[in-house]
């Protein structure tokens, strides 16, 4: 569900999800009215009612008995209830239901018919309150503020004629409920660029993850792969010619304190790859497991820009011909916009898809170029980017 939809949905996110998403079952009318935003809600608003001293005022001093007085204090207390508890109930409704707790406390208003008179219209601002804090379409709440403000001028001119006085209560609905209607949209939009931003970082952390995973693969398949040919050609050279399995010995722990380095040096985001240097590394490993390398003497060729992903691309081709080509030669050609490795080997079918080579194409994919593996003209496999 896109954000937008889940906000019409599910109603502000400022209030009740920051960064989150409903349950399965939706929230339970309890756990909303007890929830810490609804309980600070209650604060504020609970401030609010103090502005109902003058109704309840009015109450006792129109009440013929004692009894009509409490009644109507009473009657006055569950609209201040209903006016509190209306707002988190809206922050679990879908919009479109969200009219109904204002139309509610809106007629509850007219309970107080008995007592007040025309004169309960005072009691609206809290019913402007309710639809600027249910942040319906914006269109809907400014025509629904003004309608409130109108009918109140309307009884006020009724009640008492036309003069000055009666615009008091109307322009305070309307200010008070526009203001209150712009705070709630400026919380809803700053809480949804921070849930934007928290996204950014989750996709961003992901990436970077991605990245590592990708670059210790790529670091530890390749060197990994030549250790271990290295590693059988120094057992099967122990007897026959102890001093040459020494020197591959010498060669794997080289190979093996390097790729320690690299990989500190990628966790720690600072790792660097270079074309010149995989196509030294690659003159290694093919020599280590005889397959006669075919390639340039120099890297001038590839462009300064695309140095780095070249030497991707060798080293996940060159790392593949050593591991599954089963090759007797191996030719990569660097051109300014074009990275090729080919070998005359088994062929694609032993090693037309794997991590490597997806790693591979994310990089070459987000680098603007374009990938593609296939038949070589050698007969085996052929790894080919085009920059």
């Not at 109450?59 to 008995?65: D, P």
């Not at 005072?122 to 025509?143: D, E, F, H, Q």
């Amino acid at each position: 569900m896109s954000e937008g939809t889940e906000r019409q949905a599910w109603g502000p996110l400022w209030v009740m999800r920051p960064g989150g998403k409903p349950p399965a079952g939706g929230y339970s009318m309890p756990s909303v009215l007890w929830s810490s935003p609804a309980l600070r809600w209650y604060v504020g608003g609970g401030i609010s009612l103090t502005w109902m001293i003058s109704s309840g005022t009015e109450i006792v001093h129109t009440a013929g008995s004692t009894v009509s007085a409490v009644l109507g204090l009473v009657v006055l207390a569950v609209y201040a209830v209903a006016f509190l508890v209306a707002t988190p109930v809206n922050w679990i409704l879908p919009r479109r239901r969200r009219a109904i707790p204002v139309l509610v406390v809106f007629a509850l208003s007219f309970a107080l018919w008995p007592w007040l008179g025309l004169g309960l219209c005072g009691l609206w601002t809290y019913v402007g309150v309710i639809i600027a804090t249910a942040v319906l379409p914006w269109r809907v709440t400014w025509t629904s503020i003004f309608s409130l403000a109108l009918l109140a001028l309307v009884f006020n001119v009724i009640d008492s004629g036309w003069n000055a006085d009666v615009l008091w209560v109307p322009a305070i609905i309307a200010s008070i409920s526009l203001m209150m209607a712009a705070f709630m949209r400026s919380l809803d939009s700053l809480n949804r660029m921070r849930m934007a931003q928290r996204e950014v970082e989750r996709l961003a952390a992901e990436r970077e993850r991605g990245r590592v995973a990708r670059d210790i693969h790529d670091i530890l398949g390749h060197s990994l792969t030549v250790i271990t040919v290295k590693t059988e050609l120094a057992r099967r050279l122990v007897d026959a010619d102890p001093e040459r399995a020494k020197a591959e010995l010498a060669e794997v722990e080289a190979l093996s304190r390097g790729a320690l380095a690299d990989v500190r040096a990628t966790v720690a985001g600072f790792r660097g790859v270079s074309v010149s240097g995989e196509l030294a590394a690659a003159r290694v490993a093919l020599a280590a497991v005889d397959i006669a390398l075919d390639a340039p003497a120099t890297t001038d060729a590839v462009p300064p820009e695309h140095r780095e992903l070249a030497g991707w691309v060798v080293r996940e081709g060159v790392t593949n011909v050593v591991r599954h080509a089963h090759a007797t030669r191996c030719r990569i050609r660097l051109e300014p916009g074009r990275v090729a490795v080919e070998d005359d080997g088994v062929g694609p079918a032993s090693a037309g898809s794997g991590t490597g080579l997806a790693g591979l194409r994310e990089r070459v994919d987000a680098a603007g170029g374009r990938m593609s593996v296939g038949r070589s003209e050698l007969g085996g496999f052929r790894l080919e980017v085009t920059l």
